[in-house]
C-alpha cells in the first residue's frame, strides 16, 4: 500500500513516543491515572494550580530532555523525505518528529508542543529554561516579558479550544491524501481520532499499526497489532 500510495499522511498517537520512553499519560496506570490534569480554567484562574503544572512540567523534563526519535520516528521521516508523506498530524507534544527531521511545517501538532512556553494573551513564545530558573529562584513562573500575560506550555490542556489553523490543516491534508497511516493511537480521542474516519470516507485507504486493537480496526483497510519502530522500519525499506 505505501508503494502503491502517492499521498500518505501519517498520524501518530502516544503509543510511538512510549518507544522513546515517554510515558503515556492516557494509560491505565499512567500519569493522569494518579493525578487528575489541570484543566484550562483551573490553570487561568489559580497561581496555586499555576505553580502546581508548572511544578509537574519540570519534574518531567529529563525525560523529555532524554527522549531521541526512535526507529518509527526516522521511518515516518524517510517517507517524508522521499515525498511520499505529505504530512504528520499528531497527538503528541514531545517535538520528536521535528527532531528526526521532519520539517515543522509538515508536522501538525493537535495538542500543541510542551517543548516550549506561550503566552496565554499575546501568543509569544517563551524559553523553559529561563522560565524554570525564575521559578525556581522565586517560587512563582515569570510572566510573559512582551505583555505580562500568562505563560503555559505551548500544549493544549482539557477544557482549552482545539487549536482552529491546526485542525483545518490537518482536515486538508487528510482530505486530500490516498493512504492515511495511523501510528500508536487508541483513536478514542476526539476530534483528533475523526481524522481517519474522514479519511476512510474520502476514499483514502486506512492503515493502522497499534499493539492493542483500536477503536477503529473494523474499518481499516490493514491492521497490523505489533511495535511501530520494528514494523515501519520494515516498511518503509521494503
Ligand atoms: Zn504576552
Not at 501519517?10 to 520512553?21: L, N, P, Q, R, Y
Not at 507534544?93 to 506561550?118: C, K
Not at 500568562?150 to 489553523?165: C, D, H, R, V
Not at 497499534?210 to 497489532?225: F, K, M
Request: hydrophobic share 45%.
Amino acid at each position: 500500500m505505501l508503494r502503491a500510495a502517492e499521498r500518505v499522511v501519517v498520524f501518530t498517537g502516544a503509543g510511538i513516543s512510549t518507544e522513546s520512553g515517554i510515558p503515556d499519560f492516557r494509560s491505565p496506570g499512567g500519569i493522569w491515572t494518579k493525578m487528575a490534569p489541570i484543566g484550562f480554567d483551573d490553570f487561568v484562574h489559580s497561581a496555586e494550580l499555576r505553580r502546581e503544572a508548572w511544578r509537574r512540567r519540570f519534574a518531567m523534563e529529563e525525560t523529555f530532555a532524554a527522549a531521541q526519535p526512535n526507529d518509527g520516528h526516522r521511518a515516518i521521516a524517510q517517507l517524508v523525505a522521499s515525498g511520499k508523506a505529505s504530512h504528520v498530524i499528531t497527538q503528541n507534544i514531545d517535538n520528536l518528529h521535528q527532531q528526526s527531521g521532519v520539517p515543522a511545517e509538515q508536522v501538525i501538532e493537535l495538542h500543541g508542543n510542551t517543548r516550549y512556553a506561550r503566552c496565554l494573551d499575546c501568543g509569544a513564545r517563551a524559553e523553559l529554561a529561563p522560565i524554570r530558573a525564575h521559578f525556581e529562584a522565586q517560587g512563582d513562573p515569570p510572566d510573559c516579558v512582551a505583555c505580562g500575560g500568562l505563560l503555559k506550555t505551548a500544549t493544549i490542556s482539557f477544557g482549552q479550544a482545539m487549536p482552529e489553523l491546526e485542525m483545518a490543516r490537518a482536515e486538508a491534508a487528510t482530505l486530500a491524501c490516498d493512504l492515511f497511516l495511523v501510528l500508536g493511537s487508541s483513536l478514542v480521542v476526539y476530534p483528533a481520532a475523526g481524522f481517519p474516519r474522514l479519511a476512510r470516507r474520502n476514499g483514502a485507504k486506512l492503515v493502522i499499526v497499534n499493539r492493542e486493537p483500536t477503536e477503529q480496526d473494523d474499518i481499516a483497510d490493514l491492521v497490523v497489532h505489533g511495535g511501530i519502530g520494528e514494523t515501519m522500519r520494515v516498511a518503509v525499506n521494503a
